[in-house]
C-alpha cells in the first residue's frame, strides 16, 4: 500500500475555534515536499479517551501519524499519557531531558516551576525529539510499521522540530513513490469561468493526476497533483496536462508555483527597467505594503501617497476641488485625476490610483459599499475601470490591491 499520514491536533480550544489549526496545513505542505499525502486530519480534545480513539481510527489510515498538540506538563495535557497507554509504553523519567529543561529555564533566567519536572516524563522505548524553543520534547514511537510522532502544539517550536528532525528522518524511513505538483496562478477569470473553460481537458486527465482549484480574492490557483510508482511516465503526463491548460488559458495564467501577483510585477518591472510608484485612498497603503512586500523592491518602487481625505487628493495628488465636488471622490474623473497628479509628483513610468467604499459605511444606491475605482498605466496609456466588489472592508481592500497589481502587471508586461 501506498504510505499515507494521517494528522491528529489535540486541543480543546481547537475544537472550539478559538484557535485556528495552522500546524496541520503546515505539516501537510511539508509532507507533500516529500511525497507523502496526507489522507485524514482529526482533531481531538484534551482528554485521554478521546486521543486514544483518535489514534485507533488512525492507524486504519496511515503509515505515518502525526499528532500536535497536547505535550505541556499540565494536567489538561494528556498526549504521552495517551501514548503510553495505547502503545503499552509507560511514562518513565529521563535524566537527560530534565538537564535540558532546566537548562532552558536557566537560559531564560527563571527558576523552572516544580511542575515542570513532568516535561522529563516520557513513554520508554520512544526515540526524543529535542525542543530548541521550548520544554516539550517531541516523540517517536515505532510500532508495527507505523510511525507515531508527536510534537508540541506551539508553532515555533513544532515547526523547527518537524523541519529538521522529523522530515529527514521520515524520508530515511520511508521511500516514497514520486508526487510532482505543478501549480498556475491565473488572475482575471473567476473559478466558474476557468472550470467552464477547460471541462474537457480536465475530463480526460489521467488517473494519476488530480486537478485542485485554489480560489484566493481575483487570483485563483489550479493545482496539479500526479503521483506514480512511474516517475518518467508521471513527469510526461503532467507536462502535457500543463501545456493542454497553458494552451487554452492564455495570458491569464500569469505565473507558476510559488509566486504572486507583486513578485511577478516586481520582476515585469525590472526586467523591462522600469519603475512604478501608487496613489491610495480606499486601501489606506495595502496596495504599497504588498508592493514591498517583495525583496528588492526599492530598484523599481519609489513610493506612494495614501490621500484618504479629499484634502489630501487635492493638496498632494493636485486633484482639483470642483472634480470631486461634481463626480465625488470615488468616479473615474478623480481617480484619473489622482494618477496624473501621482506621476507629477511622483516620476515614475507607471501609476495606479484607487478610490473605493470599503464600508461598511458611505455607500449610496448609486455606489454601493464595494464600489471601487482603479486607473491603472503609464504616461501615455491609462485606463479607469469600476469594480463591484462583495465581502466585508478587509475583503473589499484585498479585492482592490490584488486587481490594481494584476491590471499594473497586464499592462507591464504589454508594454503599453
Ligand atoms: P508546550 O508545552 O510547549 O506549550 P503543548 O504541546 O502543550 O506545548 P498545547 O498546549 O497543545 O501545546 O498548545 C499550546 C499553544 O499552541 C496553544 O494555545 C495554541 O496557541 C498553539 N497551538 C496548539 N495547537 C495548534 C494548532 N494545531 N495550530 C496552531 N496553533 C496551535
Known amino acids: 500500500m501506498e504510505h499515507a499520514a494521517v494528522l491528529v491536533t489535540i486541543g480543546n480550544e481547537l475544537l472550539s475555534g478559538l484557535t485556528v489549526d495552522t500546524n496541520s496545513a503546515f505539516l501537510a505542505r511539508g509532507l507533500a515536499s516529500i511525497g507523502l499525502k496526507v489522507r485524514m486530519k482529526l482533531s481531538a480534545a484534551d482528554s485521554i479517551p478521546e486521543i486514544v480513539h483518535a489514534l485507533h481510527l488512525a492507524e486504519q489510515q496511515g503509515t505515518v501519524i502525526l499528532l500536535s498538540g497536547g505535550l505541556g506538563p499540565t494536567s489538561d495535557d494528556c498526549t504521552k499519557p495517551a501514548l503510553a497507554e495505547r502503545y503499552g509504553r509507560p511514562l518513565i523519567f529521563y535524566p537527560h531531558v530534565m538537564e535540558a529543561v532546566q537548562a532552558h529555564f536557566r537560559r531564560l533566567g527563571r527558576t523552572m516551576p516544580e511542575i515542570n519536572r513532568n516535561q522529563a516524563l516520557l513513554p520508554e522505548r520512544s526515540t526524543l525529539l529535542p525542543n530548541a524553543f521550548g520544554t516539550a520534547w517531541g516523540i517517536w514511537i515505532e510500532e508495527g510499521g507505523k510511525h507515531i510522532i508527536a510534537l508540541p502544539g506551539v508553532p515555533f517550536e513544532l515547526k523547527p522540530m518537524f523541519t529538521e528532525q522529523v522530515l529527514p528522518r521520515l524520508q530515511q524511513k520511508l521511500p ?12 482575471g477569470m473567476g473559478e466558474s469561468a476557468i472550470a467552464e ?14 486537478l485542485a482549484y485554489l480560489p484566493h480574492y ?6 496539479l497533483t500526479g503521483s506514480s510508482p512511474d516517475a518518467d511516465a508521471l513527469r510526461n503526463q503532467m ?20 509566486t504572486s501577483l507583486e513578485a511577478e510585477l516586481g520582476k515585469a518591472l525590472r526586467a523591462a527597467g522600469k519603475s512604478i ?20 523592491a526599492s530598484d523599481y518602487f519609489p513610493g506612494s501617497i495614501v490621500a484618504y481625505a479629499n484634502e489630501v487628493k487635492q493638496h498632494l495628488l493636485d486633484v482639483p476641488a470642483d472634480l470631486i465636488g461634481q463626480y465625488g471622490a470615488v468616479s473615474e474623473a478623480v481617480v484619473q485625476a489622482m494618477l496624473n497628479g501621482l506621476l507629477q509628483r511622483i516620476p515614475a513610468d ?6 473605493g467604499i470599503a464600508g461598511p459605511d458611505g455607500g449610496t444606491a448609486e455606489k454601493p459599499v464595494g464600489t471601487v475605482w482603479i486607473a491603472t498605466g503609464s504616461r ?12 466585508n472592508r478587509n475583503d473589499v481592500i484585498e479585492y482592490a490591491v490584488m486587481n490594481a497589481l494584476g491590471l499594473l502587471l497586464q499592462q507591464v508586461r504589454a508594454g503599453s
Do not use: K, M, W
Open 380 to 391: 501615455a496609456n491609462r485606463q479607469a475601470r469600476r469594480f463591484q466588489f462583495r465581502g
Open 239 to 258: 507536462h502535457e496536462a500543463e501545456q493542454n491548460l497553458l494552451h487554452r488559458l492564455g495570458d491569464a495564467v500569469f505565473g507558476f508555483d510559488d
Open 277 to 296: 510608484a501608487v496613489a491610495e485612498s480606499c486601501t489606506g497603503g495595502a496596495l504599497a505594503a504588498r508592493i514591498v512586500s517583495v525583496a528588492g
Open 350 to 355: 507607471y501609476g495606479a490610483a484607487i478610490s
Open 176 to 187: 516514497p513513490s514520486p508526487l510532482l505538483s505543478r501549480t498556475l496562478h491565473i488572475f
Open 218 to 223: 481575483s487570483v485563483v490557483r489550479l493545482r
Open 197 to 210: 473553460r477547460i471541462a474537457d481537458i480536465e475530463r480526460s486527465l489521467p488517473p494519476a493526476i488530480s
